[in-house]
């Protein structure tokens, strides 16, 4: 426990804004919102722990998952993002196994809109141990899926801190994934019967790399399925998002963690990627390490993401919505 406390020690101070803000989430002066800086040193922070030998793999049901998830859990509470249930989890059962998710919530700062529900998300379980390659028998998951975890946790604080949402966000996490997407279906059953009013769902899978610079910075599953990565785009002001033909040969939209809620829910749900299948060779391999991740290019991402995000939090009307086949 001390060592994950010093950890979220270590990524709170290098993620601190240069400004003291109030409790409106703005500069205590000027009334300016502050806009905190997404830093290398925070997300390899998060990335050294969770990515780590101690955590084993982080299988579902290992011990090295549990200390993942309170890992999670502590970083949400520190950021203040509240939980979404009674508490952070959400427990499920995978045979004998207990499964947990992990559910934050950020509320939105509108008195209407904050009723409707932007669902961010990555899994943060995986395979645990695999093929002994020179004494090494742990699949880490560094890319798969720590990378995705962490940037979902990213824009969990950000948006905690700036409060420039008018929607609220979830910030979900999921276990056993690798299983079978059982933590997400799960959570995506649950969310229906609740009845909330979701009006997308974005998964972060894999963005630990980065892409060959003639192609875009990340491309979305599912692309023709819905409006989404056009309307993103325009929120950003470029192309963050682009189209990947493979994507629907390797079936990627019904592989992760979206899928679920796009079934359940009947929203625009996608996965967002920057692996692509030739810019990293350790896919459920030991080597999906923290060392090999590009952690210039993660912060990249996120910041890119930010703007793209807060248009689709901020529209007055749902834009994003889903085309027939």
């Known amino acids: 426990m001390r060592k994950i406390l010093s950890i979220l020690i270590i990524a709170l101070v290098y993620s601190c804004a240069c400004h003291t803000k109030g409790a409106d989430g703005k500069s205590g002066n000027k009334g300016e919102i502050v806009k905190p800086k997404i830093t290398k040193e925070a997300i390899k922070a998060s990335m050294d722990y969770l990515a780590s030998d101690e955590l084993q793999g982080r299988a579902t049901g290992s011990e090295g998952i549990e200390k993942a998830a309170v890992f999670i859990e502590n970083y949400l509470k520190t950021h203040k993002i509240k939980p979404y249930f009674e508490t952070y989890r959400d427990s499920f059962k995978v045979n004998d196994l207990d499964g947990y998710n992990i559910v934050g919530m ?8 904050k009723n409707e529900f932007i669902i961010l998300g990555g899994h943060y379980d995986h395979i645990g141990l695999g093929k002994v390659v ?3 028998s742990i699949a880490n998951g560094a890319n798969d899926d720590a990378s995705g975890t962490i940037a979902a946790m990213e824009f969990g604080k950000y948006f905690a801190q700036t409060k420039t ?13 690798e299983v079978g997407l059982k933590g997400s279906s799960h959570l995506a059953a649950r969310l229906k019967a609740k009845g909330i009013n979701a009006y997308t769902m974005i998964n972060f899978e894999m963005i630990g790399v980065a892409r060959a610079e003639d192609q875009s910075m990340a491309y979305m599953s599912g692309f023709e399925r ?19 033909p493979k994507a629907k040969d390797f079936g990627l939209f019904m592989r992760s963690d979206n899928y679920p809620f796009f079934k ?6 996608h996965a967002i990627s920057t692996f692509d299948f030739t810019n990293f060779d350790y896919y459920h391999h030991v080597d999906d390490e923290a060392d ?4 210039e290019h993660m912060v990249s991402f996120i910041e890119k993401m930010i703007p793209a995000l807060e248009g689709m939090m901020n529209a007055p009307t749902k834009e994003v919505i889903l085309k027939d086949e």
């Open 134 to 136: 020179e004494g090494d």
């Open 264 to 269: 359940e829910l009947n929203i625009p749900a």
């Open 292 to 295: 090999k991740m590009d952690y």
């Open 106 to 113: 950020v509320e939105g700062n509108d008195p209407i809109l």
């Open 165 to 177: 949402n008018k929607r609220s966000i979830l910030i979900t996490l999921y276990d056993a994934e």
């Open 226 to 244: 819905s409006n989404f990565a056009e309307t993103l785009n325009s929120y950003a002001g470029e192309e963050v998002i682009g189209f990947f």
